[in-house]
């Protein structure tokens, strides 16, 4: 498993698979769910919106993770997940966790052979950057049958996460 850790904006990556830290509604908002579906143009949106109106009557809750195709992008699947958001209570670092983790598990449901993250629930939903980086740490540990998933991407924002994630995965 090739693990990169690197600054970068996400909606570039060239990655098989990138994810996208969403809001329950999966109809888009501002920080990195802005810029991919700005990139990825309104197929994206339609996609997400044919979830809501199919398979998530009601959202997707926090800590899960779902795919749809890409829009105009260069990665071929964004899968979806929804961080746990700290200004609505919303404080169990498990499910930061299994954001990443549900992503991964998507990543390989996929036969994807690469995956890229962002810094899931560490801008508007407030996470401590170490925390993230625990979290996404803590997940790569436990995905021990990774399947066709040889390479995992965190394409960071900032240099503050930068070295977080350095840091918990040095
Ligand atoms: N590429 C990579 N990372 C990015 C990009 C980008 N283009 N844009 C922002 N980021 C970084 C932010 O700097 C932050 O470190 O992604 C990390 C996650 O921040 P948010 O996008 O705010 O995500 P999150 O904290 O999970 O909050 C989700 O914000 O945008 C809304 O609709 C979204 O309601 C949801 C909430």
Redesign the pocket.
């Known amino acids: 498993m090739q693990i990169k850790i690197e600054l970068?904006?996400?909606?570039r990556s060239r990655t098989d698979a990138i994810v996208n830290?969403?809001?329950s509604t999966l109809l888009?908002?501002?920080?990195?769910?802005?810029?991919i579906h700005r990139a990825a143009g309104p197929e994206l949106l339609a996609e997400c919106l044919h979830l809501r109106q199919t398979s998530l009557p009601d959202g997707l809750p926090p800590g899960q993770a779902v795919a749809t195709g890409a829009g105009n992008l260069p990665c071929r699947w964004v899968i979806h997940t929804v961080?746990p958001?700290r200004y609505a209570g919303q404080r169990d670092p498990a499910v930061l966790e299994s954001c990443f983790a549900e992503s991964l598990r998507v990543a390989k449901e996929l036969d994807a052979k690469s995956v890229a993250f962002?810094?899931?629930?560490?801008?508007?939903?407030?996470?401590s950057a170490d925390a993230v980086a625990k979290a996404a740490a803590s997940a790569v540990a436990a995905f021990t049958d990774p399947g066709s998933v040889a390479e995992i991407d965190f394409?960071?924002?900032?240099e503050r996460?930068l070295e977080a994630f350095q840091r918990a995965f040095g």
Request: charged share 5%.
């Open positions: 970068g904006d996400i909606t830290a969403a809001n888009g908002g501002g920080g990195v769910d802005g810029a961080g958001n962002p810094a899931i629930g560490g801008g508007v939903y407030g996470w394409v960071l924002f900032n996460m």
